[in-house]
C-alpha cells in the first residue's frame, strides 16, 4: 500500500460527487529497526494504523487493521453509503483479529477519513481511536479534528498541563485507547460537510511529533499537488529527528463541476 515516487496519482472520476485526489506515503524513520505503521488509501477510505507491541507484533496488528478495512464493502464498489455503525463493526473484528494474532500483546492505534454522501451533500465521516491524527486544512488554516485519546491528552483536557507541555511530556506516547490490547477499542466518528477546496491530512504521531502545526500548514498550504505535499512532510520530519515510523495521506476534493482538480 506504499505507492512507488513516480506512481501516478489515483483521482476519483468526479462522476458521483466531489471529485478526490490524494497522495500517500510511509518511511521507518530514523531510529527505529521495522515500519510498524500501515496505511490504507482506497476511495472512500483513507486511513493510518500505527501498531504498538515490537517485536513485529505491532506491524501484524496495524497490518490486520488496515486489511479489515480493505474488507469494507465502500471500498469494494467505491460507493459512498457507509455509517459509523457499519465501520465499527469492522473494527471490532479487528480487534479480535488482532487479539487473535498477538494474544493480546499487540496493538494499533487509527484515524481517518471516508467521504460519505448524504441527501444534503457529501460529507466527510472522520474516525479515531488512540493518537494517531486526522486534519482539515481549509481556507488556509489547519484544524486538528481528531482527539487523541492519550494521557497527556486527559491532561490537557483537565487543564492540569498546557498544549506545549503535552508535546514534551515524558509520557505523551502512552494511549488510553487502542485496538487489539484488550481495553475499550471504540473509535470516535466526526460527520463534517465536505467543502469545495478541503484538503484531509491523516497521519500517525511520527509526523505530529516532530513537526509543530504551523510547519505542517505551511507544506500543506504551500504545496498544491497532494503527492508532493506527503513527500515534503514525510522529508521534513525525518530532517526534525525521524524518531519514529512515519506515516501521511492528503485527500484533496473539488466539489463544482469543472474545476481543476487541487
Same mark, same amino acid.
Given at each position: 500500500?506504499?505507492?512507488?515516487?513516480?506512481?501516478?496519482?489515483?483521482?476519483?472520476?468526479?462522476?458521483?460527487?466531489?471529485?478526490?485526489?490524494?497522495?500517500?506515503?510511509? !518511511?521507518?524513520?530514523?531510529?527505529?529497526? +521495522?515500519?510498524?505503521?500501515? #496505511?490504507?488509501?482506497?476511495?472512500?477510505? #483513507?486511513?493510518?494504523?500505527?501498531?504498538?507491541?515490537?517485536?513485529?507484533?505491532?506491524?501484524?496488528?496495524?497490518?490486520?487493521?488496515?486489511?479489515?478495512?480493505?474488507?469494507?464493502?465502500?471500498?469494494?464498489?467505491?460507493?459512498?453509503?457507509?455509517?459509523?455503525?457499519?465501520?465499527?463493526?469492522? *473494527?471490532?473484528?479487528?480487534?479480535?483479529?488482532?487479539?487473535?494474532?498477538? !494474544?493480546?500483546?499487540?496493538?494499533?492505534?487509527?484515524?481517518?477519513?471516508?467521504?460519505?454522501?448524504?441527501?444534503?451533500?457529501?460529507?466527510?465521516?472522520?474516525?479515531?481511536?488512540?493518537?494517531?491524527?486526522?486534519?482539515?486544512?481549509?481556507?488556509?488554516?489547519?484544524?486538528?479534528?481528531?482527539?487523541?485519546?492519550?494521557?497527556?491528552?486527559?491532561?490537557?483536557?483537565?487543564?492540569?498541563?498546557?498544549?506545549?507541555?503535552?508535546?514534551?511530556?515524558?509520557?505523551?506516547?502512552?494511549?488510553?485507547?487502542? *485496538?487489539g490490547t484488550g481495553d475499550e477499542s471504540?473509535? !470516535?466518528?466526526?460527520? +463534517?460537510?465536505?467543502?469545495?477546496?478541503?484538503?484531509? *491530512?491523516?497521519?500517525?504521531?511520527? *509526523?505530529?511529533?516532530?513537526?509543530?502545526?504551523?510547519?505542517?500548514?505551511?507544506?500543506?498550504?504551500?504545496?498544491? !499537488?497532494?503527492?508532493?505535499?506527503?513527500?515534503e512532510l514525510i522529508q521534513a520530519a525525518?530532517?526534525?529527528?525521524?524518531?519514529?515510523?512515519?506515516?501521511?495521506?492528503?485527500?484533496?476534493?473539488?466539489?463544482?463541476?469543472?474545476?481543476t482538480p487541487v
Open positions: 500500500m506504499n505507492p512507488t515516487s513516480d506512481a501516478p496519482l489515483p483521482a476519483s472520476d468526479g462522476a458521483r460527487g466531489p471529485r478526490l485526489r490524494w497522495g500517500c506515503g510511509t !518511511d521507518r524513520g530514523l531510529r527505529r529497526e +521495522m515500519n510498524e505503521d500501515s #496505511f490504507i488509501a482506497a476511495e472512500p477510505v #483513507f486511513a493510518v494504523a500505527d501498531g504498538m507491541g515490537g517485536h513485529e507484533a505491532g506491524e501484524v496488528a496495524s497490518s490486520i487493521c488496515v486489511r479489515t478495512l480493505a474488507e469494507l464493502p465502500q471500498v469494494k464498489t467505491g460507493s459512498r453509503d457507509a455509517t459509523a455503525g457499519l465501520v465499527q463493526d469492522y *473494527l471490532l473484528i479487528a480487534d479480535e483479529g488482532i487479539r487473535q494474532a498477538t !494474544d493480546s500483546r499487540a496493538g494499533t492505534t487509527l484515524s481517518g477519513v471516508i467521504v460519505v454522501e448524504q441527501p444534503d451533500g457529501p460529507y466527510w465521516l472522520v474516525l479515531n481511536i488512540g493518537d494517531s491524527r486526522t486534519y482539515r486544512y481549509s481556507h488556509g488554516g489547519l484544524t486538528q479534528v481528531s482527539v487523541d485519546h492519550s494521557e497527556v491528552q486527559e491532561l490537557v483536557a483537565a487543564g492540569q498541563i498546557t498544549e506545549a507541555e503535552a508535546a514534551v511530556h515524558p509520557r505523551r506516547h502512552v494511549v488510553t485507547r487502542a *485496538l471504540e473509535a !470516535d466518528y466526526w460527520l +463534517m460537510p465536505l467543502e469545495d477546496g478541503d484538503r484531509m *491530512l491523516v497521519c500517525s504521531d511520527g *509526523l505530529n511529533g516532530e513537526l509543530s502545526d504551523e510547519r505542517i500548514a505551511g507544506i500543506l498550504g504551500s504545496e498544491p !499537488d497532494p503527492q508532493a505535499a506527503v513527500d525525518l530532517r526534525s529527528g525521524g524518531r519514529d515510523n512515519v506515516t501521511a495521506i492528503v485527500v484533496d476534493a473539488r466539489t463544482a463541476v469543472g474545476d
